[in-house]
C-alpha cells in the first residue's frame, strides 16, 4: 500500500518562528489532507489539497502532486499551535480510505 | 450541537464488560468512519460506512461490532476487550469516501 512519510518527527519552536513541515508519498494521490491534534485528542481538518496552494490565516499549504510530496507552513507560531500534525492521502485507484502518516509533534514555547 | 460529537469522552472498563461507543454527525454526510489511535502509531482506519452500508473493514477482531442505523448515527459496541484495545478512538464523517474529514472528540478507553 501507499507509504506516508512526514518530517521532522518532532519540532521546538519559539513564539513568533516560521515553521515547515512535510508530507512524503509514495504513489498518485487524489486526496490529500493535513490535520491539526490539539493536545486534548482533538483533529481538526486544516486544508484538503491533493494538488495547488491554498491559504487559511497563518496557515498555507502547497501539494505537488507530481513530485509526491505536500509542506504545510506556519508562520508567526503561537502557543495553540502545539499539538500533533498529520498528513493523510488517499491512493489514486478509487475512493480508497485516507492513509495517515505517523505526524509531526509541535511545541510552541513563549 | 454541531459537528461531530462522540459519547462517552472517556470510558474505563474490565475484559467481561459490553459497552458501547456513540457517533453523531450533524454535517449531513453520507460516510462515517471509526479510527483508532494508539500511543506512538498512526491512527488506523477501522471500519467505513457509506450511505449506511459497511465499505471498509480493515481485518478488525470481531470483540469490535459497527452498527450505523442511519447516516447520522455510528455506534461501536464493545465486548471482552483486552487491555491492549485501550486507545482513542476517535470518529469522523464526509461527504462520501475520498471526501474532506471532520472528526468528532473521540473516545478514551481504559481496559482493565
Known amino acids: 500500500g501507499i507509504q506516508v512519510e512526514q518530517s521532522p518527527p518532532d519540532l521546538i519552536l519559539q513564539e513568533g518562528a516560521n515553521s515547515t513541515l512535510r508530507c512524503n508519498f509514495s504513489d498518485s494521490v487524489n486526496n490529500l489532507q493535513w490535520f491539526h491534534q490539539n493536545p486534548w485528542g482533538q483533529l481538526i481538518n486544516l486544508f484538503y489539497?491533493?494538488?495547488g496552494t491554498k491559504q487559511n490565516g497563518r496557515l498555507s499549504a502547497t501539494t505537488v502532486a507530481t513530485e509526491r510530496y505536500s509542506l504545510l507552513y506556519i508562520s508567526s507560531s503561537q502557543t495553540t499551535d502545539s499539538g500533533v500534525y498529520f498528513c493523510a492521502v488517499g491512493p489514486n485507484s478509487g475512493n480508497t480510505p485516507l492513509v495517515f502518516g505517523k505526524g509531526t509533534r509541535l511545541s510552541v514555547i513563549a | 450541537e454541531t459537528g461531530v460529537t462522540q459519547t462517552p469522552r472517556h470510558l474505563v472498563m474490565g475484559m467481561t464488560n459490553k459497552k458501547s461507543l456513540k457517533c453523531e454527525q450533524h454535517l449531513g454526510h453520507n460516510a462515517m468512519y471509526w479510527y483508532k489511535q494508539s500511543a506512538k502509531k498512526p491512527l488506523e482506519l477501522m471500519f467505513v460506512?457509506?450511505?449506511?452500508?459497511?465499505?471498509e473493514n480493515n481485518s478488525v477482531p470481531s470483540r469490535f461490532s459497527p452498527e450505523c442505523p442511519n447516516s447520522s448515527h455510528l455506534f461501536l459496541h464493545l465486548h471482552t476487550l483486552q487491555p491492549e484495545d485501550s486507545a482513542l478512538y476517535l470518529c469522523?464523517?464526509?461527504?462520501?469516501?475520498?471526501?474532506?474529514?471532520?472528526f468528532g472528540p473521540g473516545t478514551r478507553l481504559l481496559v482493565l
Open positions: 489539497i491533493p494538488s
Open positions: 469522523a464523517s464526509s461527504l462520501g469516501p475520498g471526501t474532506s474529514l471532520s
Open positions: 460506512y457509506s450511505l449506511e452500508e459497511r465499505v
